[in-house]
């Protein structure tokens, strides 16, 4: 049985988050994206704090599929370093893991 992963990032633009969840969706890389609401993120870049809205995007995907869907996200992202940060689901029932690899089977 294939393993998931929650692989995240952020954008600032709400109809970006939404293309870019669904696309992913779309294309298989994931089987399921979040966004979540509108959130306040502090940073720094440039050598400055800087303050930003942001949406997160969840993407429920296979480890098998994780690099294919880093390759996709970073050609559609719009800032010039995208977070990009893939977290290890240790536990999960069966049925959504063989929901999830079902879901991002391209054959």
Do not use: C, N
Request: proline letters at 3%; glycine letters at 2%; aromatic letters at 12%.
């Amino acid at each position: 049985m294939a393993s998931i992963v929650i692989a995240q990032t952020t954008v600032d633009d709400e109809a970006k988050a939404y293309d870019i969840g669904r696309g992913a969706v779309e294309a298989r890389l994931a089987a399921g994206v979040h966004v979540d609401a509108r959130m306040t993120v502090f940073y720094w870049w440039k050598d400055t704090v800087q303050h930003e809205r942001e949406y997160r995007l969840s993407f429920k995907t296979t480890a098998e599929k994780v690099a294919e869907l880093e390759a996709w996200i970073h050609e559609r992202h719009p800032y010039e370093v995208p977070q990009w940060i893939v977290l290890p689901v240790t536990a999960s029932t069966q049925e959504y893991l063989a929901w999830a690899a079902k879901e991002t089977r391209t054959e």
